[in-house]
């Protein structure tokens, strides 16, 4: 079925649209960062696993990184390659499967290391071990997203490290960034140098994590290019690894949903949509933050305003807080017109949930000639057999 991307007037059902020629832009780019600063950027299932997609990846990257037993099986059997792997906790019944699927295995603590890193080496030889080490600095203000915040489950600090590392253990996992700029990694890494810069020479690689959103249109992509050449002139034995999630679909795709009713209170209009803030897109609950409407100016945050054209977005879930802000469009909204989100594709369909057992959207590839191509739909059966 052909479309048109500015309207998406052909839909009539709620869909998450990733569009391929957006996709391949930021692939590039971040193939070019990573050839140009030598190092290996790898992408972070926890934001974006839409394994029908990942034939397009396999031309710009090599590798995936996970954080569970599901994960790093996607990665392995889906994407074709061995996974980066970390968990806060591994267990006894995961974890030489974990290892299995693993080419990396980072360990949260020295008690984990101590309890499984035998038991996955005889799982897998090849395994390289490292452990997630807390630089306690993180720009993060948003606490819920903040991993080196007091009191965190992540990481070993630098003064309950060993001077000499456990004989096994091959490079550092440091997470403190979440949507950040080059200027933020450049001021982390030498907090980052300060706590754990000993060790270095102990070490063969380290991952500086995700949170680095190379794609988006203000990032100084130069600044990270040179900041990364600085530290291989500093530190030219360690490899590099960075493992963005967002960065490789930021802005490649909107959540098309449809409005199927108008109801008034006090005043205050609501356009009831087909899809659901709590269940299609969590992080605009929980974070919070307000997406992007397209062809629509964000009027107040409290969904408070009112106008002829002002109206709430309303999901349609039980939940009374599923709703967000008050919009602003140039004409009354009508049953059946398209609400756009924008840049819907990370952190939404790998947390989606169907609650209510409202329809799930369904997930489509918009190719370049405009073909969209629909990777999955969604059926009753799906919200009947999760819990079968």
Request: net charge negative; hydrophobic share 35%; with cysteine.
């Amino acid at each position: 079925m052909k479309v048109n991307p500015l309207t998406y007037s052909e839909l009539s059902r709620p869909m998450y649209v990733l569009e391929e020629a957006r996709l391949k832009e930021n692939l590039k780019l971040i193939a070019y960062v990573a050839k140009e600063a030598d190092v290996e950027i790898i992408l972070a299932f926890k934001a974006y696993a839409l394994w029908r997609t990942f034939p397009l990846f396999r031309d710009y990257i090599k590798a995936t990184t996970a954080s569970s037993l599901y994960e790093a099986r996607l990665g392995f059997e889906e994407f074709g390659a061995p996974t980066h792997t970390f968990s806060p906790g591994y267990t006894d019944y995961e974890i030489d499967g974990i290892a299995r699927c693993s080419s990396h295995l980072v360990f949260n603590s020295l008690t984990q290391y101590e309890r499984y890193h035998i038991r996955a080496k005889m799982e897998n030889e090849k395994l390289s071990f490292g452990l997630r080490v807390n630089p306690e600095y993180s720009e993060v203000e948003t606490l819920i997203y903040n991993p080196c915040a007091p009191g965190t489950r992540f990481g070993i600090s630098a003064g309950k490290l060993p001077e000499k590392l456990p004989e096994h253990v091959d490079g550092f996992h440091i997470h403190c960034h979440c949507e950040s700029g080059s200027d933020v990694f450049e001021r982390t890494l030498s907090h980052i140098e300060e706590k754990f810069a000993k060790w270095f020479p102990q070490l063969k690689w380290i991952n500086f994590g995700g949170g680095h959103l190379m794609t988006r249109k203000d990032y100084d992509i130069q600044r990270l290019i040179r900041t990364l050449l600085e530290f291989h002139k500093r530190y030219p034995w360690l490899k590099v690894i960075l493992e963005p999630g967002s960065a490789f679909v930021w802005q490649t795709g909107p959540l098309v949903a449809q409005v199927v009713d108008v109801v008034e209170d006090h005043g205050i209009k609501t356009a009831i949509l087909n899809a659901s803030f709590t269940c299609h897109m969590p992080d605009c609950l929980e974070m919070p933050y307000h997406p992007t409407v397209r062809n629509a100016r964000l009027v107040d945050e409290d969904g408070s305003a009112k106008g002829e054209y002002t109206y709430r977005l309303g999901a349609n879930s039980c939940l009374s807080g599923d709703w967000m802000g008050s919009w602003s469009f140039d004409h009354a909204l009508q049953v059946g017109e398209n609400i756009i989100f924008e840049d819907m594709l990370h952190y939404t369909t790998v947390k989606t949930n169907m609650f209510n057992g409202i329809t799930h959207p369904s997930i489509a590839l918009l190719h370049t000639d405009n073909e969209l191509e629909i990777l999955r739909e969604y059926t009753y059966e799906d919200y009947r057999d999760r819990m079968d």
